[in-house]
């Protein structure tokens, strides 16, 4: 959904054009426009201190345009008006806007003299003429601007400030750091000053708003409370020195774990090892934040409650009755702000939401003549407490009582934060650009946030990163300054060193609403809208991690979550790879009557010679099986008891007496499957010794492999190999096109297959054989077949070319490639010859040496060619099917290329004797858009060129016809090979 348009505030100045010539120092910015030199004031560092200040007019972002008080100004000055734009889009930011009566546009005006409307911009002044009034224009402008600022920052620290209260109660959920939880709270909030200025000063968004964040919540929960158990345990009780002891190490190895994740994201960003987080499985992801928002749920209901929520069990407590009572109000104002978050299109709503609460909370208890102290027994606000002074955040670290032993234990959660923060940080970054329409570096932006984690680590602090729901708010208010955050980060500084106690004051159900408001938010985005965004089965993992995390831990959670993705993803594989029939056709060029024999013989529906069948997906050890079985089952090939039991034990991984198999083996190659009865041990017995016998089995089974991303050891073995020796104990021959180099090398390896080569009689038949393309492989398998049956039987005289192999290149003659295989009527072809003969050829013969190129893709289409000796080979440039880069356990392994002057994954398609090729291009009048080289043995190509046919069309249309009847052949043909 396309995010709504800046607010016109007057936060920022429209797009501007490029400013020319600027010298930038710390007093001015000067530019020269017509009118002479002009001078930019740095007041308030003219506004927005970011790299933005003064974007170009091309730039992508969008831009407030112009519409404040100092458009009346300057109204009045040049005595001219214009009517008014609308109103701002939000109520309450209206209320804070210029009337509407001093907002106008200014088209139309008559701008003075200091004024160029070719750079839109206020703050330009003459340096000849009178400035007066254009200093009252620029400092208008000024004091409306940080106006602004200033509200806006208020309403970002009323929305952060009660969260990272309730962050501090995660973090700190153990009962040893309840007494020091104010300080410990202010902490988290220094914490998130540090945050603030890093990002204000680093981030490539000036306006971006973060602080301590939810991602790390439960890691950092998860070591607090690690520490405070092992310590408490080994102590055996609780002391002033033990208590000392556990915030000292708290404190310290929870920075230390912030700065240490702070430089790994750094170096991430540094390398651009951002895309490596994407290893995580996002249902995984999914799943903990799940997690994440049912903790800030118990989290919530505890503050609540003034108890721990850490177990299923502890939710008993909420039937007492006061416990209840003290939760149901959190659990409504939670209920509330989600609604209010989700449903309301003014974003001003949510922070005046959490302004009313405490204020409604007050007005009632204060109506109803009950004062704090009596809210204060009731457990509604928080007790009275000495108050915290800046000095007294030094004294909690004692370092000399740090246990740095603890370091270990905290080593594998603190692995798990670092890919979930880093993902969360990534996926805030991605959020953030989708809603800008902006693209943003990633990596550049992790980094920032490494910057922030690490020098709140070093200072005792905690994770944070951006938050992507308020930086997006800021963004389109149009307030796209570093001010917003400057002042946001100065609230908590005001927080930080003030001497109240907020929690002796502030409604802890308002606190605790605001986690069970996050809670509500993060589980019904993760738990219910995203079930319109993953299939069945990654709903299914997301759901078991964040079961997982319940019973197990995070990180045990987590492994386990990572585990059933990687099951569910074997077995959605292993499913989607997909064997079907084919109905394919070479684009060889027969002559009528061994055409007919091809189509009725060669491919009869019920009894063909040829099975063509095509590949898809990836054939693995979880999917080879299934595989195999669906190939033999297309093919029409009946295995024997004998053959299922060698394919059970070579798929095995276990020992061949093992009771014990992993593999799942299809009910069609079980050896059980020949006998339905256990007690047919003499059926079963002579089945074994009966080779199975298949009624009309095929002479050629053709695989296409060019939609196959992937085979492995297993499939290569366990499923081609059994396939090549089952087909050569019946006379059928293998062929395979299509396979990339990895899949190439992998069958030969295992001795499976080899290259097909059209030179050598002895090509072994035992294994599949490989072709760079379909049309080869079919093509091969045509001829083949033709070949082997007597002439008479074809009632027609074939006509024989010369072999390659005998070193010259013999070629046949136009007129007989259009006679013997285009199917040419030979009074046709004479008349060609004829017309020849009188000097006037429309086609030139030319003779290629091998690789040598034919024709660019990108040329003119001047002709169409047909192939008289040799081969062609069509390739598509760009195009790559598979990788070279084949690492074995051996080192990396050199590709075979059965052609060495081209690419195998560029290869499109071969084509021989008699074929026609570039007449698509010729005949829509188009630029080639493939490129074609000879073949390895060579080729002899006739062109007939575009100007040649138009002098027979002038000359004689009959003849032109003829070449008419050639082309729209070919067109059938090609259309035939790809028939459903």
């Given at each position: 959904?396309?995010?709504?348009?800046?607010?016109?505030?007057?936060?920022?100045?429209?797009?501007?054009?490029?400013?020319?010539?600027?010298?930038?120092?710390?007093?001015?910015?000067?530019?020269?426009?017509?009118?002479?030199?002009?001078?930019?004031?740095?007041?308030?560092?003219?506004?927005?201190?970011?790299?933005?200040?003064?974007?170009?007019?091309?730039?992508?972002?969008?831009?407030?345009?112009?519409?404040?008080?100092?458009?009346?100004?300057?109204?009045?000055?040049?005595?001219?008006?214009?009517?008014?734009?609308?109103?701002?889009?939000?109520?309450?930011?209206?209320?804070?806007?210029?009337?509407?009566?001093?907002?106008?546009?200014?088209?139309?005006?008559?701008?003075?003299?200091?004024?160029?409307?070719?750079?839109?911009?206020?703050?330009?002044?003459?340096?000849?003429?009178?400035?007066?009034?254009?200093?009252?224009?620029?400092?208008?402008?000024?004091?409306?601007?940080?106006?602004?600022?200033?509200?806006?920052?208020?309403?970002?620290?009323?929305?952060?400030?009660?969260?990272?209260?309730?962050?501090?109660?995660?973090?700190?959920?153990?009962?040893?750091?309840?007494?020091?939880?104010?300080?410990?709270?202010?902490?988290?909030?220094?914490?998130?000053?540090?945050?603030?200025?890093?990002?204000?000063?680093?981030?490539?968004?000036?306006?971006?708003?973060?602080?301590?964040?939810?991602?790390?919540?439960?890691?950092?929960?998860?070591?607090?409370?690690?520490?405070?158990?092992?310590?408490?345990?080994?102590?055996?009780?609780?002391?002033?020195?033990?208590?000392?002891?556990?915030?000292?190490?708290?404190?310290?190895?929870?920075?230390?774990?912030?700065?240490?994740?702070?430089?790994?994201?750094?170096?991430?960003?540094?390398?651009?090892?951002?895309?490596?987080?994407?290893?995580?499985?996002?249902?995984?992801?999914?799943?903990?934040?799940?997690?994440?928002?049912?903790?800030?749920?118990?989290?919530?209901?505890?503050?609540?409650?003034?108890?721990?929520?850490?177990?299923?069990?502890?939710?008993?407590?909420?039937?007492?009755?006061?416990?209840?009572?003290?939760?149901?109000?959190?659990?409504?104002?939670?209920?509330?702000?989600?609604?209010?978050?989700?449903?309301?299109?003014?974003?001003?709503?949510?922070?005046?939401?959490?302004?009313?609460?405490?204020?409604?909370?007050?007005?009632?208890?204060?109506?109803?003549?009950?004062?704090?102290?009596?809210?204060?027994?009731?457990?509604?606000?928080?007790?009275?407490?000495?108050?915290?002074?800046?000095?007294?955040?030094?004294?909690?670290?004692?370092?000399?009582?740090?246990?740095?032993?603890?370091?270990?234990?905290?080593?594998?959660?603190?692995?798990?934060?670092?890919?979930?923060?880093?993902?969360?940080?990534?996926?805030?970054?991605?959020?953030?650009?989708?809603?800008?329409?902006?693209?943003?570096?990633?990596?550049?932006?992790?980094?920032?946030?490494?910057?922030?984690?690490?020098?709140?680590?070093?200072?005792?602090?905690?994770?944070?990163?951006?938050?992507?729901?308020?930086?997006?708010?800021?963004?389109?208010?149009?307030?796209?300054?570093?001010?917003?955050?400057?002042?946001?980060?100065?609230?908590?500084?005001?927080?930080?060193?003030?001497?109240?106690?907020?929690?002796?004051?502030?409604?802890?159900?308002?606190?605790?609403?605001?986690?069970?408001?996050?809670?509500?938010?993060?589980?019904?985005?993760?738990?219910?809208?995203?079930?319109?965004?993953?299939?069945?089965?990654?709903?299914?993992?997301?759901?078991?991690?964040?079961?997982?995390?319940?019973?197990?831990?995070?990180?045990?959670?987590?492994?386990?979550?990572?585990?059933?993705?990687?099951?569910?993803?074997?077995?959605?594989?292993?499913?989607?790879?997909?064997?079907?029939?084919?109905?394919?056709?070479?684009?060889?060029?027969?002559?009528?009557?061994?055409?007919?024999?091809?189509?009725?013989?060669?491919?009869?529906?019920?009894?063909?010679?040829?099975?063509?069948?095509?590949?898809?997906?990836?054939?693995?050890?979880?999917?080879?099986?299934?595989?195999?079985?669906?190939?033999?089952?297309?093919?029409?090939?009946?295995?024997?008891?004998?053959?299922?039991?060698?394919?059970?034990?070579?798929?095995?991984?276990?020992?061949?007496?093992?009771?014990?198999?992993?593999?799942?083996?299809?009910?069609?190659?079980?050896?059980?499957?020949?006998?339905?009865?256990?007690?047919?041990?003499?059926?079963?017995?002579?089945?074994?010794?009966?080779?199975?016998?298949?009624?009309?089995?095929?002479?050629?089974?053709?695989?296409?492999?060019?939609?196959?991303?992937?085979?492995?050891?297993?499939?290569?073995?366990?499923c081609f190999l059994q396939l090549a020796k089952m087909c050569a104990s019946r006379k059928i021959v293998v062929c395979a096109a299509g396979a990339n180099h990895r899949m190439d090398w992998m069958m030969r390896t295992h001795d499976t297959a080899s290259h097909f080569d059209v030179d050598e009689p002895s090509n072994d038949n035992k294994k599949i054989l490989l072709f760079d393309d379909l049309n080869e492989a079919l093509q091969y398998a045509e001829k083949t077949l033709v070949a082997e049956l007597p002439s008479q039987s074809l009632q027609f005289k074939r006509f024989d070319l010369p072999s390659a192999a005998s070193g010259d290149l013999a070629n046949i003659t136009l007129s007989t490639a259009f006679t013997h295989f285009l199917g040419v009527d030979p009074s046709d072809t004479a008349a060609l010859e004829e017309y020849e003969k009188g000097g006037k050829a429309f086609h030139q013969d030319t003779k290629y040496s091998s690789g040598q190129t034919i024709f660019y893709s990108g040329e003119n289409a001047d002709g169409f060619f047909v192939v008289l000796s040799g081969s062609v080979v069509v390739l598509v440039e760009g195009r790559a099917v598979g990788t070279s880069n084949i690492v074995s356990g051996a080192g990396r392994q050199q590709p075979s290329q059965r052609r060495n002057f081209v690419d195998s994954s560029q290869i499109s398609k071969v084509l021989s004797v008699g074929s026609i090729f570039g007449f698509v291009d010729f005949v829509l009048q188009r630029p080639r858009t493939f490129r074609v080289v000879?073949?390895?043995?060579?080729?002899?190509?006739?062109?007939?060129?575009?100007?040649?046919?138009?002098?027979?069309?002038?000359?004689?249309?009959?003849?032109?016809?003829?070449?008419?009847?050639?082309?729209?052949?070919?067109?059938?043909?090609?259309?035939?090979?790809?028939?459903?």
């Amino acid at each position: 959904m396309a995010s709504p348009p800046p607010l016109n505030n007057g936060c920022n100045s429209s797009p501007t054009p490029d400013y020319g010539s600027v010298n930038d120092d710390n007093d001015k910015l000067n530019t020269t426009t017509s009118n002479g030199p002009i001078h930019l004031h740095p007041t308030l560092d003219s506004l927005d201190v970011g790299p933005h200040a003064f974007r170009p007019s091309n730039s992508a972002s969008p831009m407030p345009q112009d519409g404040h008080v100092f458009t009346q100004l300057r109204r009045n000055l040049s005595h001219s008006s214009s009517p008014r734009p609308s109103a701002l889009t939000s109520p309450f930011l209206r209320k804070f806007s210029p009337s509407p009566d001093v907002l106008a546009d200014t088209e139309g005006l008559t701008l003075p003299q200091a004024y160029d409307s070719s750079l839109n911009t206020p703050f330009l002044e003459d340096d000849g003429g009178d400035n007066k009034s254009n200093v009252a224009v620029e400092q208008v402008k000024n004091n409306e601007s940080f106006i602004y600022y200033i509200i806006y920052a208020c309403v970002n620290s009323v929305m952060c400030i009660p969260c990272l209260y309730g962050y501090a109660s995660v973090i700190f959920n153990h009962s040893i750091y309840q007494p020091h939880i104010n300080a410990l709270s202010k902490l988290v909030i220094f914490s998130s000053v540090v945050h603030q200025f890093c990002f204000t000063s680093f981030s490539t968004l000036p306006f971006s708003i973060g602080q301590v964040q939810d991602a790390g919540l439960i890691f950092l929960s998860a070591m607090s409370h690690k520490i405070a158990t092992k310590m408490l345990d080994e102590a055996g009780g609780e002391s002033e020195d033990v208590v000392s002891e556990v915030l000292s190490t708290t404190i310290v190895l929870l920075g230390m774990a912030t700065a240490c994740l702070g430089a790994v994201l750094i170096l991430m960003g540094r390398f651009r090892l951002a895309d490596v987080v994407a290893y995580l499985p996002l249902p995984v992801v999914g799943g903990y934040l799940a997690f994440i928002g049912y903790f800030c749920l118990e989290a919530g209901v505890a503050l609540c409650i003034s108890d721990t929520i850490m177990k299923p069990s502890d939710w008993a407590l909420l039937l007492d009755k006061n416990s209840l009572l003290l939760a149901i109000p959190g659990i409504l104002a939670g209920v509330a702000l989600t609604a209010v978050a989700r449903k309301c299109q003014d974003e001003a709503m949510l922070p005046i939401s959490m302004v009313v609460i405490p204020v409604a909370f007050y007005a009632i208890l204060f109506g109803f003549g009950f004062s704090i102290e009596d809210a204060r027994e009731g457990g509604w606000v928080g007790e009275k407490s000495p108050p915290v002074p800046v000095s007294d955040l030094f004294q909690l670290v004692d370092f000399g009582k740090v246990r740095w032993d603890l370091v270990t234990d905290l080593v594998p959660t603190w692995l798990g934060m670092v890919f979930v923060v880093s993902f969360s940080s990534c996926l805030d970054v991605a959020a953030i650009s989708m809603d800008m329409g902006e693209a943003l570096d990633v990596n550049t932006e992790l980094m920032t946030v490494g910057i922030s984690n690490f020098v709140s680590g070093c200072l005792g602090g905690f994770t944070g990163s951006y938050i992507f729901s308020q930086t997006i708010f800021t963004y389109r208010t149009g307030c796209r300054s570093r001010w917003i955050g400057i002042l946001v980060a100065l609230s908590f500084v005001a927080v930080v060193i003030s001497t109240v106690n907020f929690l002796e004051v502030t409604p802890l159900f308002f606190l605790g609403s605001t986690l069970i408001f996050i809670g509500f938010d993060l589980g019904y985005e993760w738990l219910v809208e995203v079930r319109h965004k993953l299939l069945l089965s990654e709903y299914i993992v997301l759901l078991a991690t964040f079961v997982a995390i319940q019973f197990l831990g995070i990180n045990g959670g987590i492994g386990l979550g990572i585990v059933v993705a990687i099951f569910d993803f074997v077995l959605t594989t292993a499913s989607v790879s997909s064997v079907s029939k084919v109905s394919r056709r070479s684009l060889a060029f027969y002559a009528p009557n061994e055409r007919v024999f091809v189509e009725n013989h060669v491919y009869n529906s019920q009894h063909p010679k040829i099975v063509t069948l095509e590949i898809r997906g990836a054939v693995f050890f979880g999917s080879s099986m299934q595989v195999l079985s669906t190939i033999l089952e297309k093919t029409g090939i009946l295995l024997s008891v004998q053959e299922k039991q060698e394919i059970s034990r070579i798929n095995s991984p276990l020992p061949h007496n093992s009771r014990m198999n992993s593999v799942r083996i299809p009910e069609s190659l079980s050896p059980a499957s020949i006998s339905p009865g256990s007690g047919r041990k003499e059926a079963r017995r002579e089945a074994e010794k009966a080779p199975a016998v298949e009624t009309h089995p095929p002479r050629f089974l053709v695989l296409d492999l060019s939609s196959v991303s992937n085979v492995d050891a297993s499939a290569a073995r366990g499923c081609f190999l059994q396939l090549a020796k089952m087909c050569a104990s019946r006379k059928i021959v293998v062929c395979a096109a299509g396979a990339n180099h990895r899949m190439d090398w992998m069958m030969r390896t295992h001795d499976t297959a080899s290259h097909f080569d059209v030179d050598e009689p002895s090509n072994d038949n035992k294994k599949i054989l490989l072709f760079d393309d379909l049309n080869e492989a079919l093509q091969y398998a045509e001829k083949t077949l033709v070949a082997e049956l007597p002439s008479q039987s074809l009632q027609f005289k074939r006509f024989d070319l010369p072999s390659a192999a005998s070193g010259d290149l013999a070629n046949i003659t136009l007129s007989t490639a259009f006679t013997h295989f285009l199917g040419v009527d030979p009074s046709d072809t004479a008349a060609l010859e004829e017309y020849e003969k009188g000097g006037k050829a429309f086609h030139q013969d030319t003779k290629y040496s091998s690789g040598q190129t034919i024709f660019y893709s990108g040329e003119n289409a001047d002709g169409f060619f047909v192939v008289l000796s040799g081969s062609v080979v069509v390739l598509v440039e760009g195009r790559a099917v598979g990788t070279s880069n084949i690492v074995s356990g051996a080192g990396r392994q050199q590709p075979s290329q059965r052609r060495n002057f081209v690419d195998s994954s560029q290869i499109s398609k071969v084509l021989s004797v008699g074929s026609i090729f570039g007449f698509v291009d010729f005949v829509l009048q188009r630029p080639r858009t493939f490129r074609v080289v000879a073949g390895s043995q060579g080729a002899i190509v006739a062109k007939c060129h575009r100007s040649g046919l138009d002098d027979l069309k002038a000359e004689n249309p009959a003849l032109d016809r003829i070449v008419d009847k050639v082309l729209l052949l070919c067109s059938v043909v090609e259309l035939s090979s790809h028939s459903p």
